[in-house]
């Protein structure tokens, strides 16, 4: 079967910096008392950020949708990367602490985002992919979430990853979802490098320090770019793309992918020897 290059792909290597910004890197995502949407062709997706003040904020339906209510034909995976904070799901109330997260399955109404002090809200990180059917809903308690602990400290890898939504864990129809969070010391995640053309992915970066970036790489392996992310920004990583970066500091990063196949190993791999 032949598979035909993404014109995208191919003049990555030719945009200035702010260019390469502006298609790949989501900043100004995480509003004070406000909800923000992003869409992104890839996969349609949708990613967004809420954080609630005093008011809870409720989950719109942007007109774009085209939907009586967001998660008609959709399901989302939402998690807490702020302080404390509570979700109301078609009446049901679930408390969310940092870390906490959220499988909203197809079909979900009513979405109710609060925090429990304006003084250290909620940031609620929501991303969503088109569904072909409806699961439930399955509140994940970041206490009963089990990691995987990766890479060494030789290799300034050393880091734990946490994977929620998965189908090892319960079914979705794309989403795969989790976090990694690199131990001090550590800078270097998802190395050595690889690709996955079945389905696309978006990294949110948190737990940035002040004053210090992640560098994400991206592009073709034989032809690399980068960004420089800074705390609470996220990056889209197209199919043909690596996503590996490092940062001045340890971090840690949400990573979410919807598409055709949801399997870990489905990758193409990229060497450290061969990528330039």
């Given amino acids: 079967m032949k598979i035909p290059e993404s014109a995208n792909a191919r003049i990555v290597s030719t945009l ?3 260019a390469l910004r502006g298609e790949y890197l989501v900043g100004d995502l995480f509003r004070p008392g406000e909800a923000t949407f992003r869409y992104w062709e890839i996969d349609r997706a949708i990613l967004g950020g809420i954080v609630p003040l005093d008011t809870p904020v409720a989950l719109p339906n942007p007109p774009e949708v085209r939907s009586v209510f967001f998660l008609e034909r959709r399901e989302a995976g939402v998690i807490n990367l702020g302080g404390p904070g509570d979700l109301v799901v078609d009446g049901t109330s679930y408390g969310f602490e940092h870390l906490d997260s959220i499988y909203l399955g197809r079909g979900v109404k009513d979405v109710l ?10 940031r609620f990180y929501f991303l969503c992919y088109p569904a072909h059917t409806a699961y439930p809903t399955r509140h994940l308690p970041i206490g009963q979430a089990k990691g995987d602990r990766l890479g060494t400290r030789e290799s300034a890898n050393e880091r734990t990853l946490y994977k929620l939504m998965h189908p090892a864990a319960f079914p979705t129809c794309q989403l795969v979802m989790g976090f990694t969070r690199l131990e001090p010391g550590s ?7 690889h690709t996955h053309l079945r389905r696309s992915e978006v990294y949110v970066y948190f737990n ?4 210090q970036v992640v560098f994400h790489f991206m592009g073709q392996p034989q032809s690399t770019r980068h960004l420089v992310v800074r705390d609470l920004e996220a990056v889209l990583s197209p199919p043909w ?3 590996s970066g490092v940062g001045t500091a340890a971090y840690a990063f949400v990573w979410g992918m919807g ?12 060497p450290a020897s061969l990528l330039r």
């Fill in 16 to 18: 200035t910096t702010d």
């Fill in 208 to 211: 940035v320090p002040a004053n």
């Fill in 187 to 193: 800078v270097w995640n998802t190395m050595p490098a």
């Fill in 241 to 243: 793309s690596i996503h």
């Fill in 259 to 270: 598409g055709e196949n949801q399997e870990f190993a489905d990758m193409d791999p990229a």
């Fill in 113 to 122: 985002f609060s925090s429990r002090s304006a003084d250290q809200p909620a």
